[in-house]
C-alpha cells in the first residue's frame, strides 16, 4: 500500500512561481524498495486528467510533457521519499488540482491508467 499526500499549492498571478511537494509512503518501505516510480498529472474543469511531468524508477529520468516544457521542473530526494514538481512562469491556463501518483516501474509513465496510487490532488489557480 502506497500513501501520497501533495502539498503546496495556493493561488498566484500570472508569471508567479510555486514549488509543490508529494510526500510518499510504503508504510516500512521506500517507494523505490517497493518498485514505484511517481509522476505529476493535472486536472482542470471539465478536462481530463493529463499528464504534466514523471520520473523513471530510479529516480535518474525525468520526463515532461512538452506543454509545460521549460517552465515546470520535476525532481526528487528518494532518500526522504518526496518528490517534487517547481512551476515557474505559471500561466492562467495552468490553473488546474494537480496530483501525485506512483506506477509500477517498467509502465508508461505518461498514462495514468499506469497509476496504481493517487494523492488527494493540490489545487493551483493562477490569475491573469
Known amino acids: 500500500q502506497v500513501q501520497l499526500v501533495e502539498s503546496g499549492g495556493g493561488l498566484v498571478q500570472a508569471g508567479d512561481s510555486l514549488r509543490l511537494s508529494c510526500a510518499a509512503s510504503?508504510?516500512?518501505?521506500?517507494?523505490?524498495?517497493?518498485?514505484?516510480?511517481l509522476g505529476w498529472f493535472r486536472q482542470a474543469p471539465g478536462k481530463e486528467r493529463e499528464f504534466v511531468a514523471g520520473?523513471?524508477?530510479?529516480?535518474?529520468?525525468?520526463y515532461t510533457a512538452d506543454s509545460v516544457k521549460g517552465r515546470f521542473t520535476i525532481s526528487s530526494d528518494y532518500a526522504k521519499n518526496i518528490m517534487y514538481l517547481q512551476l515557474n512562469n505559471l500561466k492562467p491556463e495552468d490553473t488546474a488540482v494537480y496530483y501525485c501518483?506512483?506506477?509500477?516501474?517498467?509502465?508508461?509513465?505518461?498514462?495514468?491508467?499506469?497509476?496504481?496510487?493517487w494523492g488527494q490532488g493540490t489545487q493551483v489557480t493562477v490569475s491573469s
Open positions: 520520473l523513471s524508477w530510479t529516480g535518474s529520468t525525468t
Open positions: 510504503g508504510g516500512t518501505s521506500s517507494i523505490y524498495d517497493m518498485g514505484y516510480a
Open positions: 501518483g506512483a506506477r509500477r516501474s517498467g509502465t508508461s509513465y505518461s498514462a495514468g491508467s499506469s497509476y496504481d496510487y
